[in-house]
């Protein structure tokens, strides 16, 4: 399973980094995703990046203001959160879709980021 952490509470505007780890998993064959879930909302998808090629995928909502990446020495994924607002406060989760599967899985324990006006 993913674990991620580095959720909390901050101000408008202000920025937080999330970190997910994968340990036991080789990720070259993996995308790895950020996803949400608001209290009464359903999950959505907020950020992706194909471990190999780097290249990353976001959600209009918060494009140019969230950075994914990762660091594959230590087999982790990070979500860069700045100029946050309070639509952003979620349960936020990392999970891994196998290349050519239309389904991520590693589903762990989410962050909470709440984002206060």
């Known amino acids: 399973q993913l674990q991620a952490c580095g959720g909390g509470l901050v101000q408008a505007g202000g920025s937080l980094r999330l970190s997910c780890a994968a340990s036991g998993r080789t990720l070259s064959n993996y995308v790895m995703g950020w996803f949400r879930q608001a209290p009464g909302k359903e999950r959505e998808f907020v950020a992706s990046i194909r471990w190999s090629a780097g290249i990353t995928r976001y959600t209009d909502s918060v494009k140019g203001r969230f950075t994914i990446s990762r660091d594959k020495a230590n087999n982790r994924v990070y979500l860069q959160m700045n100029s946050l607002k309070p639509e952003d406060t979620a349960v936020y989760y990392c999970?891994?879709?196998?290349?050519?599967?239309?389904?991520?899985?590693?589903w762990g324990q989410g962050t909470q980021v709440t984002v206060s006006s």
């Open positions: 999970a891994a879709q196998l290349l050519g599967s239309t389904k991520y899985n590693g």
